[in-house]
């Protein structure tokens, strides 16, 4: 499956109250604060941090800010998103494969992922969940074509 598949799955089943294609992003100069509000009222696990909210220039995840709050406590809120996001955001691209980015997260600890065209635009983020469930959705049709090949139909 591809990542253009995991994007058009989405798209049919997105969040209740937003739309599936939607790319949250958060301004790079916005405090934690900002984004555990943003985090929390879209109950999502990471945000992009982008200037423009086309381009990636970091991302936030629910982990980073737990581990800012364990070093500084909760004066670390009004910590601006740029000192604290990852900078170096791995992307991927709507050929990829669901199988290579589901190995791509699990070896680097992340869980969500920028879709970018080839000018480095964001054209969605998929995420750990959103690969597991192509993978599975994939291997059930495998299961079900090879069934059918033992069973004659």
Do not use: N
């Not at 982990?63 to 709050?69: G, H």
């Not at 969500?112 to 969605?124: E, I, K, S, Y």
Request: with cysteine.
């Amino acid at each position: 499956m591809l990542v253009k598949q995991l994007l058009t799955m989405k798209e049919s089943s997105g969040k209740p109250g937003m739309a599936a294609a939607t790319i949250v992003t958060i301004k790079p100069g916005q405090t934690l604060a900002d984004a555990v509000q943003l985090l929390s009222d879209l109950r999502i696990g990471a945000v992009v941090v982008s200037e423009d909210g086309r381009t990636p220039a970091g991302i936030l995840s629910e982990r980073d800010i737990v581990r800012q709050l364990g070093k500084g406590g909760a004066d670390v809120l009004s910590t601006p998103i740029s000192e604290v996001m990852t900078t170096s955001v791995q992307t991927c691209t709507t050929g990829e494969d669901a199988l290579t980015i589901l190995e791509r997260m699990t070896e680097g600890r992340f869980r969500h992922l920028p879709v970018v065209d080839q000018d480095g635009h964001m054209l969605g983020v998929v995420s750990i969940g959103d690969a597991v469930s192509g993978r599975l959705k994939e291997l059930a049709a495998e299961k079900e074509a090879l069934t059918g090949m033992i069973m004659g139909s």
